[in-house]
């Protein structure tokens, strides 16, 4: 009997941290940038490709409050949006399978981003760029994301205007 009890403890062990640890991938602008992510073994994903994303100039679609600013390219693999943009991202058309979306955040906003359906309107979407405008943490950033998916890279910063 304590064979049974011990094993039905460690199952209930092991299935509260699968439940509790995000299969997510979360990285930080300056992890990106300086390396510290590739050192770390990530595989899976092109860490030289992502650095270029976020650090590089590619062309863009701008949307804000669901609106085209400005599309530098027909076919554009990058999006830099606002929160009032998600919804309107997957209906614009001149969005294209885009492989990086950036995620420009108030501290006033309030969103949640569906990463399976995201990925399943952009196949090729890789990684999803999220900068702050105030002091924000992992923690805060994480609690948008629902429906991890282990394809999609999440990487954060800070950009707080002066």
Known sequence: MNKLVLKSAICAIFLVITT??????FYSYNDIVSGNALKNGNIGFDMERARSL??????KLYLKNGNVLQSSSPN????EIDVASLSSLSSNTNAGNFEIIRINVKSTNNFSVDLSQLRQSYTG?????VVCDFQCDLNYIRQFFVNDDPNIMIIYSISVPI
């Open 54 to 59: 976020v650090k590089d100039l590619h062309p």
């Open 125 to 129: 979407l890789t990684f999803v760029y």
């Open 20 to 25: 509790m640890t995000s299969a997510q991938n």
């Open 76 to 79: 554009s693999y990058y999006a």
